[in-house]
């Protein structure tokens, strides 16, 4: 389904100049109610580690003894951002490693996924619907069942360790997606866009370029953040083939940090899962009708 | 000319199809190979022929048939109260009222977070000294204040659902508000003219034209109930004891703790079967062709 048509029927309201009964105070009184719990359920656990991350260890020692944050001590932040431990692991570090990994990921999805889109929407190739059903049994595939082979083949590559093993493997969680989404996407273009181009003596390739890719900007970009989200999220593939904690990326590196052999630093910890947190709930603020679209796309046909 | 453009296309999606083939059709066949080897890599044993025997196995040692215990019954309910407070959040957001927006992009951040974020969180939440939940129920005098929710098998479970709801039910909703809101407004008039109430119009107009949205929902969150590791690792590592060691935790252990990629093999192989299942009800309810 398309944005147009989900804002469409999200005009669908109660009509206005109904007599305000008790019965129907009561009703509207508990719809909000709901809605409270569901928006506090969602975002206090939120609120929790970011109070927790602004806590100094001493308040932690004592427990918890009151929901406000007290005392503000933004040490969990400077000390993961500065402190590297003595394995190497250093947050700010991992937060980079996380976000070229994600960055390059996104770059090969959007290219791989833009010709396959194209070729499986405007080609008369055979075997489209074989080709479609392939790429989504690869997205059904179980990562951890990937895990282990890949990880003996990266081993005699000589690519553990190394950024390109993950850019290759979250290919799994991000081509399969933003293909069909782009298939479903370019299908929906009018098709004389390239006749003309192609009128003109362009060849099919500097149509796409010329004519295609300036309006599929949108569905470019919706692919854009989903799989920057996809690749960011990543734990599984991060735990298996990334050795030295140099090479963590930013989900890995919370498993690591805030533990010594004697204690747990959760105000250290929660600053990292803090850190984490902001690009993707920024994303999802930002760009909220685009990644819905994204992930509803064709699902419901 | 059309053998031209079909070249284009077969050109086209080559890379995709590609690189999909290499990562997941290599570690397919490699597995299956493996499952029928003796191969622990790290031993410096040399591999040998095993026949069916890592199948065996598992079907008779006491640790996977337990954990596929674990898995399926984690499954079911992570999967059912999912489905249904998402169909009651999904049916709230349909309905017009004042900040919607805001309120819907509040309740799916929590799907946007990665799943080590899930499980640290409510890990944090449930710590017995600096959690917010135990702090709660003391303040309310309310009983189970000084539980240690990750130390007893139940409990655990509680705070791994609790985590996986509160990441995946948003999806969920996501998916069901979509489904709701290409149903057509003036068949809930036609209904209310003919007196049916709120319920009825429900259960007889909504849930059927729901239900293909419904089930693309359901199938790919059994999926992703059925291979849970993430929240597990990070919450529990399968403890206390093996209590909740889930299938893709096993099949971890097996290739990175154990480097038994005999054993671990196997273990794939069943966990692919069981998607392929999954793929297999997904694609009967969801017709590949109509996208195109």
């Keep these: 389904m398309t944005a147009a048509a989900a804002s469409q029927g999200a005009a669908r309201g109660r009509p206005a100049g109904h007599h305000w009964t008790p019965r129907r105070i009561a009703a509207r009184t508990g719809f909000y109610v709901l809605i409270a719990i569901f928006v506090i359920v969602s975002l206090f656990p939120f609120y929790w580690i970011v109070i927790t991350s602004l806590k100094s260890q001493a308040d932690l020692n004592q427990g918890t003894t009151s929901l406000l944050p007290g005392h503000i001590d933004w040490g969990s932040y400077s000390f993961d951002l500065t402190q590297t431990s003595a394995t190497g692991l250093n947050f700010g570090r991992s937060l980079l490693n996380s976000v070229i990994v994600a960055l390059s990921t996104t770059a090969v999805t959007v290219v791989v996924s833009v010709l396959a889109g194209y070729g499986l929407a405007r080609t008369r190739m055979r075997f489209k619907g074989a ?66 181009a192609t009128v003109d003596g362009a060849t099919r390739l500097q149509a796409i370029r010329r004519v295609i890719l300036p309006v599929a900007v949108p569905g470019i970009f919706t692919v854009t953040i989903l799989s920057f989200i996809f690749a960011w999220n990543d734990f599984l593939f991060a735990l298996s083939f990334m ?23 959760y105000n250290r910890i929660d600053a990292a899962v803090v850190m984490i947190t902001l690009p993707v709930a920024l994303l999802v603020i930002f760009a909220q009708r685009r990644i819905i679209s994204g992930l509803t796309a064709g699902a419901l046909k | 000319m059309l053998a031209r453009d079909r070249r284009f296309g077969y050109a086209l999606v080559a890379a995709a199809v590609i690189v999909l083939l290499v990562i997941t059709a290599y570690p397919l066949f490699y597995n299956a190979w493996n499952s029928l080897r003796h191969d622990v890599v790290t031993s410096g044993i040399p591999a040998t022929w095993a026949g069916l025997s890592n199948y065996k196995e598992i079907f008779t040692d006491n ?7 674990r898995t399926i019954g984690f499954t079911v309910v992570s999967v059912a109260v999912e489905t249904v407070i998402g169909l009651g959040l999904a049916v709230a957001l349909n309905r017009a009222f004042p900040g919607r927006g805001l309120v819907r992009a509040a309740v799916f951040i929590p799907w946007a977070v990665p799943t080590v974020v899930s499980a640290q969180l409510w890990k944090n939440m449930f710590d017995p000294q600096n959690g917010f939940v ?127 990629y005999g054993y671990g093999g196997a273990i794939s192989i069943a966990l692919v079967v069981v998607a392929l299942l999954i793929a297999a009800v997904y694609t009967r309810v969801f017709r590949v062709e109509q996208v195109l």
Excluded: C
């Design chain 1, 131 to 196: 080709t479609l059903g392939f790429i989504l049994l690869a997205s059904f595939f179980p990562i951890i069942a990937m895990a282990g082979p890949l990880f003996l083949a990266f081993r005699n590559l000589g690519l553990l360790n190394n950024y390109l093993a993950l850019i290759i493997s979250y290919l799994v969680y991000t081509v399969p997606i933003a293909t069909w989404f782009l298939a479903n996407f370019f299908t929906q273009l009018p098709r004389q866009l390239e006749e003309a």
């Design chain 2, 134 to 260: 135990n702090y709660i129920l003391t303040e309310l005098h309310l009983p189970l204040a000084h539980t240690t929710w990750l130390g007893q098998t139940w409990t655990a479970w509680g705070a791994i659902l609790v985590a996986d709801a509160w990441r995946n039910t948003p999806f969920i909703a996501i998916v069901l508000l979509a489904g709701l809101q290409v149903i057509p407004g003036d068949i809930y008039e036609a209904a209310r003219i003919d007196g049916a109430s709120a319920w009825q119009a429900f259960r007889r107009l909504t849930l059927p034209l729901l239900k293909p949205a419904l089930m693309v929902a359901m199938i790919f969150r059994t999926l992703q109930s059925f291979l849970i590791f993430d929240v597990v690792y990070n919450m529990t590592a399968g403890g206390p004891g093996t209590s909740t060691s889930v299938l893709s935790y096993l099949n971890y252990q097996a290739f990175f703790v154990n480097f038994d």
């Design chain 1, 243 to 265: 050795e030295t904690p140099d090479k963590y990326t930013a989900p890995y590196a919370i498993v690591a940090i805030g533990h010594t052999q004697y204690q747990t630093f």
């Design chain 2, 63 to 69: 640790l996977f048939v337990p954990s596929l215990v």
